[in-house]
């Protein structure tokens, strides 16, 4: 049986659940599909991989569990990928589920590169939630799996005949997200600051922000082509109008959440009055990873947070 993203996303939400490390890897499948000329996207049991295959050697974006790493090797084989290991590989952020696989490429040769605050929380690990009902804990990665080549802005490598750009996006999943554009291909690989699972996981203690993932979807759409091909971290490919449907359900659900801190409500009011409930139906399916409640509660803890950093009109 195929693992689905929304089962790993689970077992990293449920408390006392098996741990990640413990899954059984043995069955998973790693699928390959070509989005673009010299570009794959490949899905296993955890985010997304975007490759760039060509004569110049093979580059991933973020690399799964490191269990993975071989079914990952044979994937891209099948593809008629060169013969010699992984040269780079761009991080879109720290969690385990898309830095898995550093040990195993880098110890292979692979070169591994990530905006400098995502190497930070690699160095340190911690607690990846919400502030509320979603807490995991992830492990510092030892040496030899952290990026060698860090970045604040941006970086370009040059590969395929593609000028392939990773940007950094602060405080939107996480505080150190790269989406990595393919203009060649039309192609941009967002990580989890775009996800096709319901209302996306928003990791607050790691740095994240609604505000940031908004103004980095936002940044996206003002770039790319109208026929561009958008991979989310989790899901299927999708195209710029689902993107810009994704978008909206974020700045609706947050001027709504926003709008109701604003009028005195509390939390607990805010989930009584079922105040995201137009949303649940299309991004709350049953067993979701974050239900309407843990959205809520991710919405109010970012919203408040940012209130409270930036002050308020009049106080
Ligand atoms: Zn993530």
Redesign the pocket.
């Known amino acids: 049986m195929r693992l689905h993203c929304a089962v790993a996303c689970i077992l990293l939400a449920a408390a006392g659940a098996a741990r990640a490390q413990e899954q059984d890897f043995s069955k998973v499948e790693v699928k390959i599909a070509p989005i673009a000329e010299h570009l794959y996207l490949l899905q296993g049991a955890g985010?997304n991989i975007t490759a760039s295959v060509g004569a110049d050697g093979v580059l991933l974006v973020d690399d799964e569990y490191a269990a993975l790493a071989d079914k990952i090797r044979m994937a891209l084989k099948s593809v008629g990928a060169p013969d010699r290991p992984v040269r780079f590989v761009i991080g879109t952020?720290y969690?385990y589920?898309?830095t898995g696989g550093n040990l195993p490429f880098a110890q292979a040769g692979a070169v591994l590169i990530a905006p400098e605050e995502q190497r930070a929380r690699l160095v340190i690990g911690g607690t990846?939630g919400n502030n509320a009902s979603i807490a995991k804990e992830m492990k510092a990665l030892e040496p030899a799996a952290l990026p060698v080549i860090t970045f604040d802005h941006e970086l370009t490598v040059h590969l395929n005949g593609e000028d392939i750009r990773a940007v950094h996006y602060p405080h939107a999943?996480?505080a150190g997200d790269a989406i990595v554009y393919f203009p060649g291909a039309k192609t941009v690989a967002m990580?989890?600051i775009f996800v096709r699972y319901g209302f996306p996981?928003i990791?607050l203690h790691g740095g994240g922000s609604v505000q940031g993932m908004i103004e980095a979807c936002a940044a996206v759409l003002k770039q790319v082509p109208a026929d561009a091909h958008i991979i989310p971290?989790h899901g299927e490919p999708a195209g710029v109008a689902d993107l810009r449907t994704y978008v909206k359900m974020l700045q609706d659900t947050s001027a709504a959440v926003a709008q109701a801190l604003k009028a005195g409500n509390t939390l607990s009011q805010m989930k009584q009055q079922h105040l995201l409930g137009a949303w649940s139906a299309q991004y709350s399916p049953p067993q979701a990873f974050v239900d309407t409640d843990a959205f809520t509660d991710t919405l109010y803890n970012s919203l408040s947070a940012h209130a409270a950093r930036h002050g308020r009109p009049g106080r």
Request: charge should be negative; glycine fraction near 24%.
């Open positions: 985010g952020h969690h589920d898309h990846i999943h996480t990580g989890d996981f990791d971290g």
